[in-house]
T-cell receptor, first 114, second 116 residues
Framework: GNSVTQMEGPVTLSEEAFLTINCTYTATGYPSLFWYVQYPGEGLQLLLKATKADDKGSNKGFEATYRKETTSFHLEKGSVQVSDSAVYFC?????????????FGKGTKLTVNP | EAGVVQSPRYKIIEKKQPVAFWCNPISGHNTLYWYRQNLGQGPELLIR????????DSQLPKDRFSAERLKGVDSTLKIQPAELGDSAVYLCASSLDPAGYQETQYFGPGTRLLVL
């Protein structure tokens, strides 16, 4: 079945550093891929998504490209800020037993220091 | 526009006690989800409603968990009796389109449950 594997954290960076959080997936077909972010004390919110192969999702300076050749959807940002400190989740839909649900990775905690 | 509202934000109970969580989704969102998020893990779906109908409850431990969504708006998730392993964050989410998981889900802040 469909699954995601995320880079384990935590990740600690200095402000203005380059960020990469790896996400690889196993899927039947080409489902949409998502990155959700969870800021401290808040619920998850959609950061970006890509609906087909070679699509690039982008938001708030973050980017991720849907790469079917490497089955990856890595999250990148060129210059992180302290306000980017959060937990980041990669996700994709899974159809199982006739029902569909969104499957999340374990999350990667990012801390950005001034 | 108000987001997904959940209450309470925190709950501490002793094992074998009952507990209930409440969720008010974004106005107009027909699909409502309850997730459980264990420490250091991603959310896992417990139940999904389309309007007032539970269309996927395959992951809900039905011996102790129950949920309802009266009138297709607010929802309540109940655990009775609670066990130590139920300690987690319970997240509610809603989405506009019931057609599947291509639609963006909007999450509430969650209820953090601690069972002693």
């Amino acid at each position: 079945g469909n699954s995601v594997t995320q880079m384990e954290g935590p990740v600690t960076l200095s402000e203005e550093a380059f960020l990469t959080i790896n996400c690889t997936y196993t899927a039947t077909g080409y489902p949409s891929l998502f990155w959700y972010v969870q800021y401290p004390g808040e619920g998850l919110q959609l950061l970006l998504k890509a609906t087909k192969a070679d699509d690039k999702g982008s938001n708030k300076g973050f980017e991720a490209t849907y790469r079917k050749e490497t089955t990856s959807f890595h999250l990148e940002k060129g210059s992180v800020q302290v306000s980017d400190s959060a937990v980041y989740f990669c996700a994709l839909p899974l159809t199982q037993g006739g029902s569909e649900k969104l499957v999340f990775g374990k999350g990667t905690k990012l801390t950005v220091n001034p | 526009e108000a987001g997904v509202v959940q209450s309470p934000r925190y709950k501490i109970i002793e094992k074998k006690q009952p507990v209930a969580f409440w969720c008010n989704p974004i106005s107009g969102h027909n699909t409502l989800y309850w997730y459980r998020q264990n420490l250091g893990q991603g959310p896992e779906l417990l139940i999904r409603y389309e309007n007032e109908e539970a269309v996927d409850d395959s992951q809900l431990p039905k011996d102790r968990f129950s949920a309802e969504r009266l009138k297709g708006v607010d929802s309540t998730l109940k655990i009775q009796p609670a066990e130590l392993g139920d300690s987690a964050v319970y997240l509610c989410a809603s989405s506009l389109d019931p057609a599947g998981y291509q639609e963006t889900q909007y999450f509430g802040p969650g209820t953090r449950l601690l069972v002693l």
